[in-house]
């Protein structure tokens, strides 16, 4: 099992405050997707979700939703919810506290919504971060990692990790954003109708 595709329980633990999975009953789903709002990938995962009827979470850069404000309130008027991802998409264990937390303050100026979401970029936080974010956020991590960023895997590949790793309860991260798009046009539709077939439904965060 990777590492990265699932997190394993070291790395769970180094955010003990952040939720990885959402264990109710049934066979329930947390489509997310990180990095947007940008116009040449949200607007179709937009109608790609309204054609399976399927809601989904976006962690937005603010500054993103600073330069393409019409597509983060799309975002919101389909009935999705929005998350705080920065507003510059800083790696929280390579910069001080301080400008971290300024950062993440910065961006609710821009995001469409007020909300209680909050999920790191790159997934790291360093423990002081987590334990002064938490008073005012629920920090949502993940349980699968889909990497439909890495250009070292083609678009069947990550429908893969999807098909490997989602179990109910699963946050799953694709990412809206260029550098994801050659493979998630591949993997997105088809992971949705697999998903879908399986008796999967998806929720809301």
Known sequence: MSWIERPPRFFRALTPRGLFRLKDKGKKIYLTFDDGPIPEVTPWVLDLLDNYGVKATFFMVGDNARRYPEIACEVLRRGHKVGNHTLHHLAGHKVKTRRYLKDIEAAREFLPAE???????????????ARVLSRRYRIVMYDLVTRDYSYRLQGEQVLENV??????????????????????????????????NQGYTFELI
């Open 115 to 129: 909300t209680p979401l909050f999920r790191p970029p790159h997934g790291w936080l360093r423990p002081r971060q």
């Open 163 to 196: 098909k490997r790793y989602a179990r109910p309860g699963s946050i799953i991260v694709f990412h809206d954003s260029i550098k994801a798009w050659p493979r998630l046009e591949t993997a997105l539709p088809q992971a949705i109708e697999w998903l879908i």
